[in-house]
C-alpha cells in the first residue's frame, strides 16, 4: 500500500490557479524530488500537503486514511488538524528556528508539548521529559551537532541551523518528512552539510519530498523525480528518465539549461 | 568664605519641610504611575487584539477609540472624564472627594496609555515572521501553544524600547492630573510659589523627576540586557 498518495490536487489563490491537478504516489523509503523553475507550484504543493494551505480540490490519503478531502466540506477541528498535520514533517527554506530556545529546546518543544496531553504526564512527568531529551539528543548527534546543544540559533551557521530544522521535525516522527529548498539559502560551502544528512536519511528508508533546486542531488539521492511546470506535473520518472531520456523539451531545456550533468 | 555665607544663608529648616511636602506629592505620582502601568499593559494587548481581529465591528471600534485616544490631549481626556458625566449627563459619578477625583484621573490615564501601547503591541505581534507560526503549526502546536510558547517572548523583546519611552513619558505625565485637581509632585512644588514666593521647590521637583526616571532608564536598560541571550 502507498503511504501517501495525492489525487487531484488543486489550488487557486483567487484567480491565479497555482495548482492545475496534481497526482503521485509514494512508498515507503520513496525520496522524491520536485524540480522545475520557480513559480511552478512546487511549494504550494508541499504546503497543501502540510496543510499550510487548503486546496480547493482533492484528496490527501496517508497508509490508506483519508486525511483531506475536498469534496467532503466538513469542518476539520483544529485538534483533528493538527493530528492530521504530524504524519507529515516540513523544513523550511529559511530554517524557521524558534530564536529564544537553544538547539536542545528547539528539537523538544513541539514533543514536550504534545506529551503535556498524555493523561499520565503528570505522574511520569519526569520520565517522559528525560525519554524526550534523550531522543532529542540522539537525533542532535545524528545530525552531527551534538557539541552545539546549548547554543542558541544565532550563534549557528545557516547549514547547522537547518540541520537542527531536521532535527526538530524528526522529533515527531513523521511518516513523511518534506523539504522546501532545503538549501537555497545557504552558501554553497554549507550545502554539502544538510544534503549529507538528508541523503543519510535516506539510506534509513525516511520517506521524503524534496523540493530542490540541487539537480545534482536529486539525480543521486531520489528514487523518483517529478518535474513541474505551470502547476501540473509535466513528467516523472526515475531520476535516469529524466536526466538521460526526458521526453519534453521543456524538462530538456531545464535541465541542460542548469548544466548540472 | 563665599561657601560657608551661601550655607550659612539656608534655612535648613524651610527645606526639610519643603521636602516632607514634596515627598507627599511624590508618593501620589508614584501611585499614579505605577496604577496606570498596572491598568493599561494588560488593556493595551485587549485592545491590539481588538484591532487585530477578523470581525469588523470589533476591529473598527478599536481603532476607532485608538484615534480618538491618541489623536486628542491627555488633558483634555481628564477634563472631559472628570466633568462630562456630572455636567452632560447631570449626574456626577466621582462625587465631590479627593478619591473620585484620583479615579477619574485613573481611568483616564489608563485608556490613555493602554491606546498607545496597544499599537506598540500590534507592531510587535504583526513584526513576528509568518514563519514562526507556520514552523509551529507544522510541529503540530495549537494557536495559543504557538502564541504563548513561540511569538511571546520575542514579542516582548521587540517591544521593550518603545514601551520603555512611553513609561518614561508617563513618568512627567503624571504630573497632568492637577488639571482636576489631584494633588501630586508638581503641585505641590509650584504651592510654594504662590505662598512663599520661592521657586527652588519647583527645581526640587525637577530632580525627582529626573531621579525617578533616572532609575528607570537603569531598569529598562537591564531588561533589555536580559533578553540579549537571543536575536529576533
Not at chain 1, 42 to 65: A, D, Q
Not at chain 1, 75 to 104: C, M, W
Not at chain 1, 245 to 257: A, D, M, Q, S
Not at chain 2, 6 to 15: M, S, T
Request: with cysteine; charged share 20%.
Amino acid at each position: 500500500m502507498a503511504i501517501l498518495e495525492v489525487k487531484n490536487l488543486k489550488k487557486s489563490f483567487g484567480e491565479l490557479e497555482v495548482l492545475k491537478g496534481i497526482d503521485f504516489s509514494l512508498e515507503k523509503g520513496d525520496v522524491m524530488a520536485v524540480i522545475g523553475s520557480s513559480g511552478n507550484g512546487k511549494t504550494t504543493l508541499l504546503r497543501c500537503i502540510n496543510f499550510l494551505e487548503t486546496p480547493n480540490e482533492g484528496e490527501i490519503i496517508v497508509n490508506g486514511e483519508t486525511l483531506f478531502d475536498a469534496s467532503q466540506k466538513e469542518n476539520a477541528s483544529e485538534s483533528d488538524i493538527r493530528k492530521k498535520r504530524l504524519h507529515f514533517g516540513l523544513v523550511f527554506q529559511n530554517f524557521n528556528l524558534f530564536p529564544q530556545y537553544t538547539v536542545l529546546g528547539n528539537v523538544m518543544l513541539a514533543k514536550e508539548l504534545l506529551e503535556k496531553e498524555r493523561p499520565d504526564y503528570k505522574q511520569n512527568k519526569k520520565q517522559i521529559k528525560a525519554e524526550i531529551e534523550a531522543e532529542a539528543r540522539m537525533l542532535l548527534d545524528e545530525v552531527g551537532l551534538s557539541d552545539k546543544l546549548d547554543f542558541y540559533p544565532h550563534q549557528l551557521s545557516g547549514g547547522q541551523q537547518q540541520r537542527v530544522a531536521i532535527a526538530r521535525a524528526l522529533a515527531l516522527k513523521p511518516d513523511i518528512l518534506c523539504f522546501d529548498e532545503p538549501t537555497s539559502a545557504l552558501d554553497p560551502e554549507l550545502t554539502g552539510e544538510v544534503l549529507k544528512v538528508i541523503k543519510s536519511l535516506a539510506d534509513s528508508n525516511m520517506t521524503m519530498i524534496v523540493v530542490t533546486h540541487e539537480m545534482s542531488f536529486a539525480r543521486d539521492v531520489a528514487n523518483k523525480i517529478i518535474f513541474m511546470d505551470e502547476g501540473k506535473i509535466l513528467e516523472e520518472g526515475s531520476p535516469e528518465d529524466i536526466f538521460e531520456n526526458p521526453k519534453h523539451e521543456r524538462v530538456r531545456e531545464f535541465i541542460g539549461g542548469i548544466g548540472a550533468i | 568664605m563665599f561657601e560657608f555665607s551661601f550655607f550659612a544663608q539656608l534655612d535648613w529648616e524651610q527645606i526639610r519641610e519643603v521636602l516632607t511636602s514634596l515627598n507627599i506629592g511624590f508618593v501620589k505620582s508614584l501611585e499614579i504611575f505605577f496604577l496606570t502601568l498596572l491598568g493599561s499593559l494588560p488593556l493595551g494587548l485587549v485592545i491590539a487584539f481588538g484591532s487585530m481581529s477578523n470581525i469588523g465591528i470589533i476591529r473598527w471600534f478599536n481603532k476607532l477609540l485608538v484615534w480618538v485616544i491618541r489623536g486628542t490631549p491627555l488633558m483634555l481626556q481628564l477634563i472631559i472624564i472628570y466633568y462630562g458625566p456630572g455636567i452632560i449627563l447631570g449626574n456626577n459619578w466621582w462625587g465631590s472627594g479627593a478619591t473620585g477625583r484620583f479615579i477619574a484621573a485613573m481611568i483616564a490615564f489608563i485608556l490613555n496609555y493602554a491606546c498607545y501601547f496597544s499599537e506598540i503591541y500590534r507592531g510587535g505581534i504583526e513584526g513576528i515572521p509568518k514563519g514562526q507560526y507556520e514552523a509551529g503549526e507544522v510541529l503540530g502546536m495549537t494557536k495559543s501553544q504557538i502564541f504563548f510558547k513561540v511569538v511571546l517572548l520575542q514579542v516582548i523583546k521587540r517591544i521593550i524600547p518603545p514601551i520603555g519611552n512611553e513609561v518614561i513619558t508617563l513618568v512627567k505625565d503624571t504630573s497632568l492630573v492637577r488639571v482636576i485637581a489631584v494633588y501630586e509632585l508638581m503641585w505641590d512644588g509650584q504651592n510654594y510659589i504662590k505662598s512663599e514666593g520661592i521657586i527652588w521647590p519647583m527645581l526640587f521637583t525637577g530632580v525627582y523627576y529626573l531621579l525617578f526616571s533616572g532609575l528607570l532608564t537603569i531598569f529598562l536598560g537591564w531588561l533589555e540586557k536580559k533578553m540579549d541571550y537571543f536575536k529576533v
